[in-house]
């Protein structure tokens, strides 16, 4: 099938999520002017540069994570495991602010080295941050799109070392979780290596 997405594409459910998968989860972690705290996942997460390393999140819609951010400049991308799946689903939830998402999920808030805003303690991985831009994407017709993309760069990574396995993050023993199309998700059960090619001139 084909369809233009302006015209609509005659299934049961939009199928865009679920081909744009499995998309990394950003638990975001941010903290206000004022001390609220704040935890969130993102699917629309990932990293973008090595030299330096750079994450970001993209919100539809200006929510607390990116306020939160805006307003310090910082924010934590906690790792999902698959034993924390469940709790990263509970703070998802469209509490009022002021709600304190790590207590209404059972977690625990773990200082951070560099930045203001808690880390979840229980993450097999966190990366502190801080803020480099905030802009909003623009679509065809230059208009602004509705979401909010949060750009940081990592100042510390925090690993638990239970994840290691020779000195490499095991994303296994991690059970790293990833967001699927509708309402599915994906965790790493197993990997498979394979080198680059270079190409061998005549």
């Given amino acids: 099938m084909f369809y233009e997405p302006s015209k609509g594409h005659g299934l049961p459910h939009d199928p865009f999520k ?3 998968a499995p998309r990394p989860i950003g638990w975001i ?51 999902v495991g ?14 009022p602010r002021g709600v304190d998402e790590f207590g209404y999920a059972g977690l625990t808030p773990a200082p951070s080295r560099l930045v203001a805003p808690p880390r979840v303690a229980e ?17 065809l017709d230059g208009s602004l799109s509705g979401s909010v993309v949060v750009a940081g760069e990592v100042v510390g990574v925090h690993i638990d070392d239970a994840m290691l396995t020779d000195g490499l993050f ?14 599915d998700y994906a965790s790493v059960t197993e990997t498979f290596s394979m080198r680059r090619p270079r190409w061998k001139a005549d």
């Fill in 18 to 20: 679920a081909i744009v």
């Fill in 29 to 79: 972690s941010s903290i206000s002017r004022d001390g609220a705290v704040n935890l969130a996942p993102y699917s629309f997460f990932n990293a973008i540069s090595t030299h330096p390393f750079l994450v970001w999140f993209s919100s539809e819609g200006e929510k607390d994570s990116v306020a939160f951010a805006g307003d310090t400049g910082e924010f934590v991308a906690n790792l």
């Fill in 82 to 95: 698959r034993k924390l799946a469940e709790r990263m689903n509970a703070s998802s939830v469209d509490a």
């Fill in 123 to 139: 993450a097999p991985a966190a990366l502190e941050c801080k803020v480099t831009e905030i802009f909003r994407p623009k679509a």
């Fill in 170 to 183: 095991d994303a296994v023993k991690a059970g790293n979780v990833a967001r699927l199309g509708y309402m």
